[in-house]
């Protein structure tokens, strides 16, 4: 049994760095780094989008806010392996539009994320309250801007823990990108372990490793970003920009001294 064991981590070691990027850059991107590549543009349009869409919801009125809810809820009902089956099949047949299989499965984790990243965003929006919305509002700002200045920045910091799980979740669900024949880190394990019977185990074990990885440097950078936002040492240039602009418009203009408000000045009398 060592000596088996042995032999699987040896077969292991051999198709490493076919597991991490399949035959690039001889060939196309595969195996765990299309895996992460995936994962990051997936989160990046999931944040993007889902911000967007709760800005949306906290200004739209109510009977659209209640069909964009419902649109959202959808979205979280299908399952991703439907999902992208339904974007890289139903597209081109009813919208005459063919996606790549790469930019299937990011669309999809896209969408599936930004569900889940627009609820986490709302939730944020309650928890923040609506006091600090109020005094924005009472030193002059818009509802916009007291959202973009005020309550957004607040609430990022405060479910960045919830988005990094959103992000974990993504990268996992990449797994399923096999059903549209890319070859991300499963595919190119099941490649590995046809090739090398009777190492199964050993096979499994090191993409479990590899998949590991991937969500502890996913959890990292969110890590990094909380940190960034809690620093109460430096703050951000594009806030301090925006906000240093908005106080000069909003502060009056003093006119120059006149000579004769001058003059009063001079022949004002001491006080005793």
């Known amino acids: 049994m060592p000596d088996h064991a042995i032999s699987g981590w040896a077969v292991v070691l ?3 760095a076919y597991l991490l990027s399949g035959t690039f850059p001889d060939g196309p991107l595969a195996g765990a780094a299309l895996t992460l590549w995936m994962a990051v543009l997936g989160c990046a349009g999931a944040t ?13 009125p109510a009977p659209l806010a209640r069909a ?3 649109l959202l ?18 597209l081109p047949m ?15 984790l896209a969408l599936i994320g930004a569900a889940y990243t627009a609820q986490v965003m709302e939730a944020g929006f309650a928890a923040i309250g609506q006091g600090q919305r109020n005094a924005a509002l009472a030193l002059g700002m818009t509802p916009l801007q007291a959202l973009w200045l005020v309550v957004l920045p607040r609430t990022l910091r405060a479910m960045l823990p919830s988005l990094g799980n959103v992000w974990v979740s ?21 490649q590995v372990n046809g090739r090398s019977v009777g190492y199964a185990a050993q096979v499994f074990a090191a993409v479990a490793l590899l998949y590991f990885f991937i969500c502890v440097w996913i959890e990292s950078v969110a890590a990094l970003l909380l940190a960034a936002t809690r620093s109460r040492q430096r703050r951000p240039l594009w806030r301090y920009v925006t906000l240093t602009a908005f106080r000069l418009a909003r502060t009056p203009a003093r006119p120059p001294p006149t000579s004769a408000s001058r003059g009063s000045s001079r022949s004002r009398p001491a006080p005793p």
Do not use: C, N
């Not at 809820?73 to 139903?90: D, E, K, N, Q």
């Open 73 to 90: 809820a959808g979205l979280r009902a299908i399952p991703v392996l439907m999902l992208i089956f339904w974007a890289y099949f139903l």
């Open 170 to 190: 993504l990268a996992k669900d990449t797994s399923l990108a096999y059903i549209v024949g890319v070859v991300e880190l499963s595919t190119v394990a099941t």
């Open 94 to 108: 009813l919208a005459g539009v063919h996606v790549g299989e790469v930019q299937t499965v990011v669309l999809a």
């Open 14 to 16: 051999g198709q490493l």
């Open 48 to 60: 993007v989008l889902g911000v967007g869409v709760a800005v949306l919801l906290d200004q739209a």
């Open 68 to 70: 964009i809810r419902a």
